[in-house]
């Protein structure tokens, strides 16, 4: 399960906070446990996760253009805070992701460093939720019983 989770989020204290509590007696509360231990990170374990993330991917048909605008708003943004850009794009569509990415890449640049650590860390607890219930989901067994704890 550590494995999994590290997956989800690379912060070790994260994950062993939530294998520590184990058995969960559903989804919902591993889901609630792991929410909780992203809002309990500290400046250490959030850039030990930051150091792990990549900016998102692009729809396969994005234009070159688009990818140097993308990795200059990234260069300006990491120069600025020191760590990758994160967002949580949810149910984005496709066709709006490219847009959603610069946007939140530039109106964030307007953070101060302290202001933005908060912000990162709030979209690193939603990327590690939705990977989590993406795992717990590829778990299921036919019958569709989730995974033991």
């Not at 989800?8 to 559903?26: E, G, K, M, Q």
């Amino acid at each position: 399960m550590r494995g999994v989770l590290l997956s989800c989020l690379s912060s070790v204290s994260w994950a062993d906070r939530i294998v520590a509590h184990r058995p969960y007696p559903d989804l919902g509360a591993l889901l609630a446990a792991a929410d909780e231990a992203a809002y309990d990170l500290g400046p250490a374990d959030l850039a030990e996760a930051l150091a792990a993330e990549s900016l998102p991917a692009l729809p396969a048909d994005t234009y070159a253009a688009a990818h140097t605008a993308l990795s200059a708003a990234h260069a300006a943004y990491e120069a600025r805070f020191g760590h990758v850009f994160v967002i949580y794009l949810g149910d984005t569509p496709v066709g709006e992701i490219l847009d959603r990415v610069l946007e939140g890449i530039r109106s964030r640049l307007a953070n101060d460093p302290e202001e933005e650590r908060i912000v990162a860390a709030d979209q690193l607890r939603r990327l590690a939720k939705k990977r989590l219930l993406d795992a717990a989901w590829g778990a299921r067994g036919r019958d569709g019983a989730a995974p033991g704890g």
